[in-house]
């Protein structure tokens, strides 16, 4: 064939295609500033600790600065804690070092002597403590700062050392950023709790210093309640335009509280608290290393793969049992079916949240891989007993239990603090349980088959669709809900397994429902129908070698999946999990390296994960 | 060299002799054993309980040791009640006694965790702080150190790239077939980036790369078009075809930037105190070693 007939067959190819593009024109210098939608997925962490947290510190963090955090994130080698080197196998391309507002900085500037801290009454007392030995105490203090009960007049800090803390904070943050290659975003942990259930909320700033500067973070001395929260953030957008969101976290730690149908205040949820809601916490942080937040065996008894890492004994305090019916109230997928319940009532949504994944390390460590995971805090770093020794003092929860998770995915069209932040904002952004699982999904009435296997599917999916996080409105006569799949292994890691599609919906008499569907799997493996299961994938996980193969498992997966049992009538979400196959928890590679033995009853296999945010259905 | 730093020197010099190292250890092992075991209580299971004695005890448990803590512990000592007082001494006994028939056993030396908690210990000692035996770096000395570890200084090299992908799973020679008829098209400017995408395949990660390392175009692109990408001249014309494990790639380099090596003024903290660091860890190497040579070794292997 001549060059003259194949430019021919190809111009003809691209003219009969069904989307127009722009003429052909010479190559930008950098494509991606032009570039009308997210190109690729940028991975980082939005929700991580340092010294300057007030629990870090006095259970040990005594070393690890923001600054050691963004190298290490930054993909540098840096030495932990108890001095053992560490680094991650790719550097992250985002993260959020974010302490706790309570007491922010104050512990370390007391163990520091700054004199800022010893001219507070507060400061100086901290001081004596530390000089003492007396660690407990200042974690005493700062557990009570949590409840509310840290309020009495002389725990209070004055604003200049609030603001001397933060500056130093947010100076360190810009330090680091480097938009385009390595973004820093500012933010803070606002800590409450009520009578010991989490209420925590992380709180991003999309600005930089010329706004940040003016906030003081809030913490929980100033309220325990949520909605005091938004009101604070609101003054700050208000003050100086700027941008800023709230993440909450640990719903499995809230005893029912995160997801309840009352206010704080007791009061049922009003269309004004669904709006303000949605409006400040479009993001959930559905996993992280104290436990996973997708979903409850006791919730969701069909699903096979409820059953991870869970943490559902107490609240986080420690102080109260768990009973079944607060789960509902807890986890993301039975919050984003109450969300429907209240929809139908108020007009609108206040738990239409998308999801993403982080750590809440508090060793300024960002590790998430179960082959390199540092732990939460100082006594869960690596170590022969780190399985046994318990969280902190008087939490007595095994370092068994931690999880080494999560990620956050963004699709974003650019790595900067902006494009991050309105990705987070639109929700075109998804959770990981640590493994960098490229998934990507598009909502729409009229996707084909073949769709999806075309290399501009993405601008096939804007063009006729909506990405994760958007919203399908009145469906067309005679249609129903169409999603356009793509997923791929991290490139260091494990094979996927399969793809599922998670539906949640709410029928016509108010009841709730789930389903979950198997939309691509791996090898040659056919979906069940009705009632029968979809056969596994299998395992090759050795055990006592902490090794697996990727001999079976797919590189990548996709679907164009069409629900088969729609009703236009009923509200509706869909989002998508994405399974790797089994391979060793990092308990198993401790029993290998460390010769440490794990706990009868403690896992040592893993399945990792992938959560995406939600499309919605609305009649 | 004033009088004052010649006899500093010359102090370091003897805290550098094998025979020093002998002479502190030793005396750490002493004071470590008379705590434990004074007036030859072992052998004779003879326990003394003192004021002195609860009072350290108190100190590891607390593992605070400064004069404030230890005054402060004191008071607290003989503010308890006697029940307190009696559960103190309950507490100071049972471990003492366990201890000492743990000792007596020989646990210390079959357990590995305490013996390797020993050698920690015992390198913890040996490798002491960077104030100590050690002057403020010179400018010079900084300034060699940045040279010899430049690359942990470095930013590395990026390239900003795009590509087509053609699918080599089902049949690898109608891809590259596909692959060098779309090459053609594209030199020709016949076709843009954006058509040739609509008759190339999907590609599982990306197909535009913005100032990303060699590392992540490697793992997603393969060899070949890292190669391309950070070997060949950039000239924005597109190149190929590359194979990669999953089929083949046309590449179109856009941009490149060299490694960046900062200014040392602007990392001059990070590398005094990457410095400092390294200072220690050699000066632990040489008091290692020098024990280690204090030994005869004898070795029974073939």
Redesign the interface.
Known sequence: ?N?RL??FL??A??WS?PIG??Q??S???????A?KYP???YWGDLHLHTQCSADAYSLGTRHMTPADAFRFARGEAVKTETGQPTRLK??LDFLAVTDHAEYLGAFFHAGKRTPEVMQTSVGARWAGYL????DRKLFTEFADALVGRGAREDSRLPDFFKRFVWRELVNEAERFNEP??FTTIVGYEWSAAVDGNNLHRVVLFRDGPEKTLKHIPYSSLDSIDPEDLWKALEGYEKETSGRVLAIPHNGNGSNGMMFADTTIAGQPLSTDYAARRSRWEPIYEVTQVKGDGETHPYLSPKDEFADYERWDKTNIGGTRKKEPWMLEYEYARSALARGLVHESRLGVNPFAFGMIGSTDSHIGISTTTEDNFFGKFVSSEPA?NRMVTQMAPGFPVPGSDFAASGLAAVWAT?NTREALFDALTRKEVYATTGNRI?VRLFGGWDFAPAD??????A?VGYSKGVPMGGTLNAAPSSKAPVLMI?A?KD??EANLDRIQVIKGWLDASGKTHEKIYDVALSGKRRAASKAGKTPLVGSTVDIANATYSNSIGA??L?AVWRDPDFDPTLRAFYYVRVLEIPTPRWTAYDAKRL?ATIPSGVKSITVERAYTSPIWYKP | MTEASRSRDRFMNLLREPLMHFIIIGAALFALFTWLAPDGERESRRIVITQERLLEFMQYR???F?D??RD?LEETLRSMTPAQKAALVEDYLREEVLHREALAMGLDSTD??IRRRLAQTMEYVLRGTPDEDMAAPSDEELNRFFLENVDRYQSPA?A?L?H??FDAAIDEREAEKRAR??L??LR????????A???????????????E?R??VE??LGREVAVASFEKPVD?SWQGPYRSR?GFHLV?V??RTLPTTPDLKTVKDVVANDLRNAKVEERLERRIKSLISEYRVESTLQ
């Open positions: 064939m060059t194949t430019t190809l111009a190819l691209v295609s593009f722009a052909p024109s190559p930008a210098y950098s494509p991606v500033v570039a190109r690729r997925v790719r550097p000089a003492n030995g007396e385009g290659r022969v650019d490229t999806v296997k075309r290399a501009d599917y601008a793509t791929t490139p260091d590189e990548s996709d010769g | 607390n593992q605070t400064s404030s803590a402060r590995y965790v990026r900003t795009r087509v992908f008829f779309t053609a098209a020709s400017n016949a076709l843009d980036f954006e058509g995408l609509k008759i190339s395949d999907r590609f599982p990660y990306f197909h535009d790369y913005a100032d390392t590392q992540l793992s997603h924005a999953g179109q856009t941009r």
